[in-house]
């Protein structure tokens, strides 16, 4: 992950339509769902849905497969793993956030403490 990926990707997660579309996308998980589907569950015309989808492929957050007629659309997990371990490493630190992998769960887990707790106020 470079600041030219992480940058096109928060670039397209910043409009609402290409949030909605996304965070439906990681609610359907690796099995994904239909262009159909997210244009009616969303209510989003498909050509609409077709500009925001091509959007977020570029940007690397979403991947399509072709079954039959249909093309599905899912997150890319992968990607999206990567752009929050550059986040957490290059901009957390360490002592702020930690990244374990649970190999049991096969996942990875991210740890963040609070690290900077709002300061209180001293009474006069």
């Known amino acids: 992950m470079d ?6 990707a928060f670039d397209a997660l910043s409009q ?3 949030l909605r579309v996304f965070r439906l996308l990681v609610e359907y998980g690796q099995e994904g769902a239909p262009a159909g589907v997210l244009s009616e569950t969303l209510g989003i015309p498909q050509n609409t849905l077709s500009f ?3 959007h977020m492929n570029h940007a690397g957050l979403v991947q399509s497969r072709r079954e039959g ?3 599905i659309y899912t997150a890319n997990f992968e990607f999206f793993t990567d ?3 550059y986040m957490v490493k290059d901009c957390c630190r360490m002592e702020f956030a930690s990244i374990r992998e649970d ?8 740890e963040m403490p609070t690290c900077c707790p709002p300061k209180r106020k001293e009474k006069p």
């Open 52 to 54: 925001h989808l091509s």
């Open 3 to 8: 600041n030219n990926q992480a940058t096109a």
């Open 69 to 71: 007629r249909s093309i």
């Open 103 to 110: 190999t049991q769960r096969g996942c990875s887990v991210i």
């Open 16 to 18: 609402d339509t290409r």
């Open 83 to 85: 752009l929050i371990r």
